[in-house]
């Protein structure tokens, strides 16, 4: 079974028709995409039933090969460390995998209960269901969306909650997949975070 370590890169497509941009947009109000933002989260693993720290860290910046300007994103887990390239504006964050050449996720903002939006992968959609104060084991974050995404392939299904706060990102997830045998759930959940 396949050990699942980054939040952000899951599914990766094909990318197509991206048009060249000019700058990265910092002013981003929902998703900070700065060099020397930073989070670790606590992640339980179903798969190999343990807990483990995953550290991300944007480190860099870098172009797609289209010239489009993006942050580097690593991630640090015990087994490796993986990048995806991040490019983000006022209505959106895409994060690309470490070949720059497919999609591993997508945000549109601004964030409001009800907003739906695919992800170019075979019935992969996002749909934000709910906005609450959620208390977490770092403290409580008034200005919580619950994203919940689901996504499908040939022998294969998943489905994932995000806990996102805008000007943070992602402050917990709960993620399981259904391949051939059992499931493999994961629950991350934030414990130290830099905003630069």
């Known amino acids: 079974m396949k050990n699942l370590y980054i939040p ?20 981003n109000s929902y998703l900070p995409n700065t060099v020397g933002t930073n989070y670790t989260y606590a992640v339980t693993d179903s798969n190999n039933n343990k807990t483990y720290s995953v550290y991300i860290a944007i480190v860099g910046r870098s172009t797609l090969p289209n010239g489009t ?20 504006d006022k209505d959106s964050a895409i ?3 470490r070949t720059k050449m497919y999609i591993a996720n ?9 907003a739906r939006w695919s992800i170019p992968y075979k019935s992969d959609t996002l749909t934000v269901v709910n906005n609450y104060p959620l208390k977490t084991t770092i403290g409580t974050f008034n200005n919580t969306f619950l994203l919940q995404e689901h996504g499908a392939a040939e022998n294969y299904h998943f489905n994932k909650s995000q806990w996102f706060v805008p000007k943070v990102g992602m402050v917990k997830m709960y993620y399981q997949e259904f391949y051939f045998g059992s499931p493999v759930t994961q629950y991350w959940d934030l414990i130290n975070y830099h905003i630069n």
């Open 8 to 27: 952000l890169y899951f599914f990766p497509v094909l990318l197509a028709n991206c048009s060249k941009k000019t700058a990265i947009d910092t002013t």
């Open 69 to 88: 300007p993006v942050s580097i994103w690593t991630i640090t887990n015990p087994a490796s460390v993986d990048t995806n390239y991040v490019y983000s």
């Open 95 to 97: 994060f690309y995998d």
């Open 106 to 114: 997508v945000y549109r903002f601004p964030l409001a209960v009800g």
